[in-house]
């Protein structure tokens, strides 16, 4: 039996894996992959995931994505702003976000695009990037896998600290920088090569790993056995489509998605 998923099923699955091993952290995924991949991992192998309603309050299973059209939120409690940064600080959080830029050491950047006193593109400002990436453990979703996005030499503005000692105080790695996963439209990757070098860990159908060093201003490294990245199982699509994003919103993160782009074979039971 065959059956079709789409691209964003395909990210959100492989960035549930970021949480597999977290146990009791506050999951936050910002934008609709990375949020969507946090409730897919609460709902299927780490129960134990801390979870807010994106407003003020902590809950007990994922809220679906986009108006709510009558779901009430399973609230359990107040997530003010002490309680959020305790977590914070304490190591206590996975943040999977989206960075404009990320260069070779694993950097991010969400300021500006250019010079910073005369940017081509001002962005959002640092906001919280330099404290998460100093306290918790963070993974990023890349949805256009280019140079642009992925750069020669070190992004544009350090929005975000990466393995690069040079910008380490007294030359001392933070001890709680910790960066896990990068997934992109091509392929997921990770900070497991020599030094935390990033090396593609999987590639997505129809991929090859000459594409996806094409597509990055730096050079990558190539985990040990390097496969396809595992299709959704039903099981997960089902979840995703019925309870986490019954709009369907995920299917516009990607140019021309769709429940069929891929096809993959269901084994016999």
């Not at 396809?228 to 993160?253: C, E, H, K, S, Y």
Request: hydrophobic letters at 40%.
């Amino acid at each position: 039996m065959t059956y079709g998923y789409a691209l964003a099923d395909l990210c959100i699955c492989a960035a549930a894996e970021a949480w597999r091993h977290d146990g009791e952290v506050l999951a936050t995924g910002i934008t609709p992959i990375p949020r969507l991949a946090a409730g897919l991992a609460k709902l299927t192998f780490n129960d134990a995931l801390l979870m807010t309603d994106s407003e003020a309050f902590f809950v007990s299973e994922p809220v679906p994505l986009g108006p709510r059209n009558g779901y009430q939120p399973k609230f359990e409690g107040w997530a003010s702003y002490a309680r959020t940064f305790d977590l914070l600080w304490g190591g206590k959080r996975h943040a999977f976000v989206l960075p404009t830029q990320i260069d070779r050491f694993g950097q991010a950047n969400i300021s500006v695009v250019g010079d910073h006193a005369r940017p081509k593109t001002a962005l959002l400002g640092s906001r919280g990037y330099p404290g998460n990436s100093v306290h918790h453990p963070n993974s990023y979703f890349l949805p256009t896998h280019n140079k642009r996005a992925f750069v020669a030499g070190e992004v544009d503005f350090v929005s975000a600290a990466g393995y690069n000692p040079a910008r380490w105080p007294d030359g001392k790695k933070p001890p709680e920088l910790d960066l896990r996963l990068i997934v992109s439209n091509l392929a997921v990757l990770d900070f497991e090569g020599p030094d935390h070098a990033i090396r593609v860990r999987s590639l997505h159908p129809g991929v090859s790993f000459e594409d996806v060093q094409d597509k990055t201003g730096f050079a990558l490294e190539k985990a040990p056995g390097l496969a396809q990245t595992p299709a959704p199982t039903p099981a997960q699509l089902d979840l995703i489509r019925t309870r986490l994003d019954p709009l369907g919103l995920r299917l516009g993160v990607f140019k021309d998605d769709s429940d069929g782009a891929f096809v993959a074979t269901k084994e016999p039971a």
